[in-house]
């Protein structure tokens, strides 16, 4: 729901507010307020944030996207197929069941690969909020004759330990680079794209959807061939030269769910560099690191998710929110949600940088 108040012609302002009670009332749309002048140009003004205005400066220099995206119940389905909270939106249309066989099927999988491949047996207890946070204790010994069975590794409570650690995030980053087929059988990836298709068909194309969203959010355009892919999982835009990044901020475990980036067809649109767990440090705290890492002044960053933490994250932040809906006529789901949409969220923040150019 959106509301739009008119204020004094003078009066150009975004308030950006986030209603908690909406819960009590059995709606997860998002609602979004604001103040517009008589001129109808929206422009953002946010406590201790000064408004936007691109200088002819700004202009040359081109804009940087930044999507900060949730996983579970946004860009993927699991938690609500294995509770049937995705069915049971459906009010009998959907077989509730199969929901729950088909997320008890993705569970195992991730397990299976995160224990087997990423040593999740081995550092379980050991979460980071990202894998580079223990390079600096990496001294790139090469690891092609290493055995990590027979190293003796601990918690990483001490140096020795902590480079041990982070030899073993550099095996997973350099096998999510390269992908699942690199790494399981013909049998294991038949199984794989059978279940992929069998989920996204389920639930009407929300993981196929959500992916070609995120391939246009990457490329800064509804037509994603037109950017130049550069490192980091960063996208130049040919049109325009504006860069666009995908990143994830997910609440679950660093690994299993670098595992479900890769299952789920998302490790070529979001970077191992570009995956967050908010698990001991909160998605507040992964916002800043973000901000901190891309921040200029030409940076713009939007928040997408299903939840009220990162609701509030977001808000604290002074950033756009869009909210996930998993009833079937919301049009903020998958599919629903659209390019054009997620565009609308941003101009309402920062600004529409042509309307700007055009006058």
């Given at each position: 729901?959106?509301?739009?108040?008119?204020g004094?012609?003078?009066?150009?302002?975004?308030?950006?507010?986030v209603v908690?009670?909406?819960?009590?009332?059995?709606?997860?749309?998002?609602i979004?307020?604001?103040?517009?002048?008589?001129?109808?140009?929206?422009?953002?003004?946010?406590?201790?944030l000064p408004?936007?205005?691109?200088?002819?400066?700004?202009?040359n220099?081109?804009?940087?996207?930044?999507?900060?995206?949730?996983?579970?119940?946004?860009?993927?389905?699991?938690?609500?197929?294995?509770?049937?909270?995705?069915?049971e939106?459906?009010?009998g249309?959907?077989?509730?069941?199969?929901?729950?066989?088909?997320?008890?099927?993705?569970e195992?999988?991730?397990?299976?690969?995160s224990?087997?491949?990423?040593?999740?047996?081995?550092?379980?207890?050991?979460?980071?909020?990202?894998?580079?946070t223990?390079?600096k204790?990496?001294?790139?010994?090469?690891?092609?004759?290493?055995?990590?069975?027979?190293?003796?590794?601990?918690?990483?409570?001490?140096?020795?330990?902590?480079?041990?650690?982070?030899?073993?995030?550099?095996?997973?980053?350099?096998?999510?680079?390269?992908?699942?087929?690199?790494?399981?059988?013909q049998e294991?990836?038949?199984?794989?794209?059978a279940?992929?298709?069998?989920?996204?068909?389920?639930?009407?194309?929300?993981?196929?959807?959500?992916?070609?969203?995120?391939?246009?959010?990457?490329?800064?355009?509804e037509?994603?061939?037109?950017?130049?892919?550069?490192?980091?999982?960063?996208?130049?835009?040919?049109?325009?030269?504006?860069?666009?990044?995908?990143?994830?901020?997910?609440?679950?475990s660093?690994?299993?769910?670098?595992?479900?980036?890769?299952?789920?067809?998302?490790?070529?649109?979001?970077?191992y560099?570009?995956?967050?767990?908010?698990w001991?440090?909160?998605?507040?705290?992964?916002?800043?690191?973000?901000?901190?890492?891309?921040?200029?002044?030409?940076?713009?960053?939007?928040?997408?998710?299903?939840?009220?933490?990162?609701?509030?994250?977001?808000q604290?932040?002074?950033?756009?929110?869009?909210?996930?809906d998993?009833?079937?006529n919301?049009s903020?789901?998958?599919?629903?949600?659209?390019?054009?949409?997620?565009?609308?969220?941003?101009?309402?923040?920062?600004g529409?940088?042509?309307?700007?150019?055009?006058?």
């Amino acid at each position: 729901m959106l509301g739009v108040i008119k204020g004094p012609k003078d009066v150009k302002i975004v308030a950006f507010f986030v209603v908690k009670s909406l819960v009590l009332a059995k709606t997860t749309s998002p609602i979004l307020f604001f103040f517009v002048n008589s001129s109808s140009q929206l422009s953002h003004s946010a406590p201790s944030l000064p408004l936007n205005s691109l200088t002819q400066k700004d202009m040359n220099n081109p804009i940087t996207k930044v999507y900060i995206w949730d996983m579970d119940e946004t860009l993927i389905l699991l938690k609500s197929l294995l509770n049937g909270s995705y069915a049971e939106a459906f009010a009998g249309l959907k077989d509730a069941q199969k929901g729950v066989e088909i997320g008890k099927m993705w569970e195992k999988h991730i397990l299976q690969i995160s224990d087997d491949f990423f040593f999740y047996e081995q550092i379980e207890n050991c979460n980071k909020p990202f894998l580079e946070t223990m390079s600096k204790y990496d001294d790139g010994q090469d690891l092609s004759e290493y055995d990590f069975n027979q190293d003796g590794f601990s918690p990483p409570n001490d140096d020795l330990n902590k480079r041990k650690l982070a030899y073993r995030h550099r095996v997973i980053a350099n096998k999510y680079k390269h992908g699942l087929h690199n790494i399981l059988d013909q049998e294991m990836m038949n199984l794989w794209d059978a279940l992929y298709k069998m989920t996204d068909e389920y639930t009407d194309g929300w993981l196929s959807s959500a992916r070609a969203l995120l391939e246009q959010c990457l490329s800064g355009n509804e037509d994603p061939t037109s950017c130049n892919t550069v490192a980091g999982g960063v996208v130049s835009s040919n049109a325009t030269g504006s860069r666009h990044i995908n990143v994830l901020v997910t609440s679950g475990s660093l690994i299993p769910s670098l595992v479900k980036c890769l299952l789920f067809r998302l490790d070529n649109l979001i970077s191992y560099e570009n995956v967050y767990s908010s698990w001991d440090v909160g998605k507040l705290q992964c916002f800043q690191w973000i901000k901190e890492r891309f921040d200029s002044r030409n940076t713009h960053f939007c928040a997408i998710g299903d939840g009220w933490e990162e609701c509030e994250a977001a808000q604290a932040m002074n950033w756009p929110f869009i909210k996930v809906d998993l009833r079937p006529n919301s049009s903020h789901r998958f599919p629903g949600l659209t390019f054009r949409t997620v565009g609308f969220y941003f101009s309402i923040v920062y600004g529409n940088p042509d309307s700007e150019n055009d006058d």
